[in-house]
């Protein structure tokens, strides 16, 4: 079920599609492909938010440009148009249809990650055809399916599951960070990318919210075996939260076809309700317990960090949170991208490959 990229993203002139709602919540893909992809972006189509810099608007990305339309956009010159927003139910708006289009028409290559497929739609693949442009549909994915055996990673490789308190809290920026963290110190490590963006990025990966729900273990088991071969561990991105009333299930197929030796549990600073919802998240401290206690009947795979989001706080206040946190759960804490993954490495290294 495994999906690769047909055509390489990396090193093209890209435009992100915000849908004017430019941010790190409503519009993760663009911004998350903006942090790790700042000097393949050309601009960022977003109206609400136009004749600013990306900078001003999410605090990174430099003097990238946000444009108010799409021709604004088309003079820049980008060869590949990714959809940067991730709406509820992930449906294809008139407004992003047009701008795709436009694409389309002018020969700008189409990457969407939404569960509405742009290549099943007539019309534009038709635009596509007669420009010679190209549709890649990211969560598109095989139907060739297996349940998951319980077994996890067989290649020697350990892993470790980035699981998260609620969804977009960073799960697959901290999966990044770390495998980046481990092979600067020489440690031959991968993440496995379990959601469209983390397709995008890593170029291949499964989008376990497409795969038919008896088989996102199956999926989750190939794919740490696909990134295992020829590893030492692979971070595994989680998709949800175990105690989310929509993603549950998700999560709990990715857990057990990963079959993690340790999880990392990433969190929101200051984060009291679910995305969109008006229920209240449990206490850090109970998401922990209740990760290791479903894992327990398998194998004794534990929580051994905190990787939590401080970006809505100054430094100050943030180191605070981060500090609070690790009293308060005992666990090493820290905020990946402000104060890096040292004072979670050790943690992770001795629940896996040994302290190097």
């Given at each position: 079920?495994?999906?690769?990229?047909?055509?390489?993203?990396?090193?093209?002139?890209?435009?992100?599609?915000?849908?004017?709602?430019?941010?790190?919540?409503?519009?993760?893909?663009?911004?998350?492909?903006?942090?790790?992809?700042?000097?393949?972006?050309?601009?960022?189509?977003?109206?609400?938010?136009?004749?600013?810099?990306?900078?001003?608007?999410?605090?990174?990305?430099?003097?990238?440009?946000?444009?108010?339309?799409?021709?604004?956009?088309?003079?820049?010159?980008?060869?590949?148009?990714?959809?940067?927003?991730?709406?509820?139910?992930?449906?294809?708006?008139?407004?992003?249809?047009?701008?795709?289009?436009?694409?389309?028409?002018a020969g700008v290559d189409v990457v969407s990650g939404l569960h509405t497929f742009v290549a099943d739609d007539g019309e534009l693949t038709a635009m596509a055809e007669k420009s010679g442009a190209q549709i890649w549909d990211v969560r598109r994915v095989s139907q060739n399916a297996h349940v998951s055996t319980g077994v996890g990673c067989t290649t020697g490789a350990k892993t470790v599951a980035v699981v998260g308190t609620d969804c977009n809290v960073g799960k697959m920026t901290v999966a990044v960070e770390l495998a980046g963290a481990f092979s600067a110190r020489g440690v031959r490590a991968v993440w496995a990318a379990t959601g469209q963006t983390g397709i995008m990025l890593r170029g291949r990966g499964v989008c376990v919210d497409r795969v038919i729900s008896d088989f996102i273990g199956g999926a989750t088991e190939e794919l740490v075996n696909v990134e295992g071969a020829g590893s030492d561990i692979v971070f595994v991105e989680g998709q949800g939260s175990i105690t989310h009333?929509?993603?549950?299930?998700?999560?709990?197929?990715?857990?057990?076809?990963?079959?993690p030796d340790c999880m990392v549990l990433a969190h929101v600073a200051g984060r009291a309700h679910y995305k969109r919802l008006d229920l209240v998240i449990p206490p850090v401290t109970d998401i922990v317990r209740l990760h290791e206690q479903l894992m327990a009947p398998h194998k004794p795979s534990r929580v051994v960090a905190l990787a939590v989001n401080t970006s809505a706080l100054a430094d100050a206040p943030a180191r605070r949170e981060v500090d609070r946190l690790q009293e308060q759960t005992g666990l090493p804490t820290t905020d990946v991208i402000r104060f890096g993954c040292a004072a979670i490495y050790d943690a992770i290294a001795a629940a896996t490959i040994g302290n190097r």
């Open positions: 079920m495994l999906t690769s990229a047909p055509f390489e993203l990396r090193g093209r002139r890209t435009l992100l599609l915000a849908g004017d709602a430019f941010s790190t919540t409503e519009a993760k893909t663009a911004a998350c492909y903006l942090m790790y992809r700042t000097r393949d972006v050309v601009c960022v189509l977003d109206a609400k938010h136009a004749n600013q810099t990306c900078d001003k608007v999410v605090g990174y990305g430099g003097r990238v440009p946000v444009v108010g339309t799409i021709d604004d956009a088309l003079r820049l010159h980008p060869q590949q148009a990714i959809v940067g927003t991730a709406p509820m139910g992930g449906a294809l708006e008139e407004g992003l249809r047009g701008q795709i289009a436009a694409c389309l028409v009333p929509g993603y549950a299930g998700v999560t709990l197929g990715i857990l057990y076809g990963a079959m």
